[in-house]
């Protein structure tokens, strides 16, 4: 590892913090000499190059090549500014990142060089001391140094999932490739206790981890999937009432929320551990039947009166309706003059919302929230339920294998971030009520990662969703949860979010916006880096934070099943014969039942 001739490139001139610009010597004939073999390039930027101080190496990555690396205090000598510009193509700036001590290599610098220091290259054993793994239990492989296939590139696990992650790149980029690379290693590493939940918009990954993974989709058809239920009583209020058309003043709102209250508090007492009435809200997580409260409100928007704002003379039925099936109680018509029956006075002008409400209830979309198998509540028993919320999240995070995978590509697009939100916000609460036991948190760490964030992370929205990986980006880490933001719009990322993340995967990507963002959330002395994005090839990326001991420029090992993309491939099927127009037929009559095929259960039935 000692320095000689033939790694001497030049002297340090000017020193400024922990930036440094050098000067190359004229005796450096080749930017790319061979040593002992090998042949190393000068002067490229990401490389590294290190300074002798005695016993002590320091290290810096090379950030600026060329005229514009000049010192600024030389630029400003006009007598001499003339004579440097033609000997521009000689100077590097660099930002100063380590240094080895003995064997060892720690980030950070204790001894800065001074001016006239030698500078050297960065030779093959210098880089496998600088990224090889300290601790191999606690460190996964992912691929290789681009300059140097032979050195496998590490990240620490611990710092990975702790301190959060984002892997970002643009479309095309390798950034769904990278994902299964990293959890992968995971998985089939010596963590017995791993829990990973995926949360995936586009059912991309299905395929790719099986055999150490369980898949939770709505109306699951393939073998091994289960089924994804996520129930409508578990949402937060708001969310709860987003997914139905129509809009409520706040008056209306309030009288919704306090329905909702009263069935919650009634149905408390069926739950196995009753909690105190005065701690229950409308947010609460309390089974109730929404289609019960359905028709309770129905019926009481439509009854009649014999008399004028007389409640008790409520007129007799003319047909009875069921709450199981949604079919409203049948009252004599309000006359439409001064004359018996009357309306309801007390009514309060919301039957627009409840149509719309019940529309909502009977599209089959929606049975995997409505109607969600063993948690759907019993309208006759006001909430009972066979299930309660702790056999859900144990089957999701509770199972053998490392890898959950709720795949929402059946999901509406319109209620995505709700749903989305309320999943990774169901799973946080439970680990931070549970930290102090062994299923909590800091005894069995949880990784959500969070494919195509930006779908439901939308910059500036106050959504469930939002607020949620908020919450866990700033305290997660204190109750054992991390996060793994994978998206090919950086831009539209929640800023809060990205800022949280303490390791960066940027992988290639050409729009201003999104390298802009991934400037802002790495080493600020190193936002030189960011011009190399566009030029990256497909599967190589700068990781740069806690992950890893330096920013440094791999290339992600490719796995044979990575995921491919869900478009059509226009190019085979259009290649095809043309089918049957009979087909249209079909199309219109499975829009009119709101199925996507007949295969799917039917459900609420109107009898």
């Known amino acids: 590892m000692g320095c000689d001739n033939q790694t001497f490139i030049g002297k340090i001139k000017n020193v400024s913090g922990n930036k440094i610009s050098v000067r190359l010597d004229e005796r450096v004939k080749s930017m790319m000499p061979i040593i002992d073999g090998i042949v190393y390039r000068v002067g490229q930027i990401g490389s590294f190059i290190k300074i002798p101080l005695g016993y002590t ?59 006239d220091d030698d500078v050297h290259l960065v030779t093959k054993e210098d880089l496998s001391m600088i990224y090889g793994s300290e601790d191999g239990s606690k460190s996964i492989t992912i691929g290789h140094i681009s300059n140097s296939e032979s050195l496998p590139a590490y990240v620490d696990i611990d710092k990975l999932v702790s301190r959060h992650c984002a892997v970002l790149g643009a479309t095309g980029s390798g950034k769904s490739n990278a994902v299964s690379v990293i959890l992968k290693e995971i998985a089939l590493g010596d963590f017995k206790s791993a829990r990973i939940l995926l949360i995936d918009p586009h059912g991309e990954y299905n395929n790719i981890f099986k055999g ?29 009432m987003k997914i139905f058309p129509g ?57 009649t009166h014999e008399k004028s704002r007389q409640p008790e003379s409520k007129m007799t039925l003319i047909k009875k309706g069921n709450a199981e099936n949604l079919v409203s109680n049948e009252y004599p018509p309000a006359s439409s003059g001064s004359g018996s029956p009357f309306i309801n006075f007390q009514a309060q002008g919301i039957q627009g919302f409840l149509d719309g409400m019940r529309n909502r209830l009977v599209d089959q979309r929606y049975s995997f ?89 939308k ?26 933001l994978a998206t090919q719009r950086a831009s539209e990322l929640d800023e809060t979010v990205l800022s949280q993340c303490g390791t960066v995967v940027a992988l290639r990507m050409t729009n201003n916006g999104d390298k802009s963002k991934v400037a802002g959330a790495i080493q600020q002395d190193l936002d030189n880096m960011i011009s190399l994005l566009p030029s990256l090839r497909t599967g190589e990326a700068i990781i740069s934070g806690e992950a890893v001991k330096i920013p440094c420029r791999i290339k992600f090992d490719k796995i044979p099943d990575a995921p491919k993309s869900s478009d059509p491939k226009v190019s085979v099927e259009w290649k095809k014969e043309k089918p049957s127009n009979e087909g249209y037929s079909k199309v219109i009559s499975l829009w009119r039942s709101g199925r996507l095929s007949d295969n799917e259960k039917e459900t609420n039935k109107e009898e």
């Open 247 to 303: 809009e409520l003043n706040d008056k209306k709102e309030d009288y919704f929320r306090q329905e909702i209250l009263k069935r919650k508090i009634s149905a408390a007492k069926y739950l196995e551990h009753i909690p105190r009435e005065e701690t229950i809200t409308s947010d609460s997580p309390i089974p109730f039947s929404i289609n019960q409260l359905w028709f309770d409100l129905d019926d009481f928007e439509k009854q």
């Open 459 to 484: 910059s500036g929205e106050n959504s469930v969703a939002s607020r949620t990986v908020q919450a866990i980006a700033k305290e997660g880490r204190k109750y054992g949860v991390g996060l793994l």
């Open 57 to 115: 190496h320091v290290f810096a990555i090379i950030t600026q090549i060329g005229a514009d690396a000049i010192p600024e205090s030389l630029r400003l000598n006009h007598e001499q500014i003339e004579k440097e510009m033609d000997y521009g193509t000689r100077w590097l700036s660099a930002v100063l990142i380590g240094e080895r001590v003995g064997t060892k290599f720690e980030r950070g610098v204790l001894q800065i060089p001074s001016s």
């Open 369 to 457: 929230l409505f109607n969600p198998g063993e948690w759907t509540p019993e309208a006759s028993l006001e909430g009972k339920i066979k299930k309660d919320l702790d056999k859900l999240i144990e089957g999701w995070i509770g199972h053998d294998k490392p890898i959950t995978i709720l795949d929402l590509s059946g999901i509406p697009s319109e209620m995505m971030m709700s749903i989305a939100g309320t999943l990774i916000k169901i799973v946080y609460d439970c680990l931070f009520w549970g930290q102090n036991l062994q299923v909590g948190g800091r005894q069995q760490p949880l990784l959500f990662v969070l494919e195509e964030a930006h779908n439901y992370l």
């Open 212 to 240: 150490y993974s369980k898949v939770f989709r709505v109306n699951a058809k393939e073998v091994g999937e289960e089924e994804l239920n996520i129930p409508y009583w578990a949402l937060p209020f708001n969310e709860l």
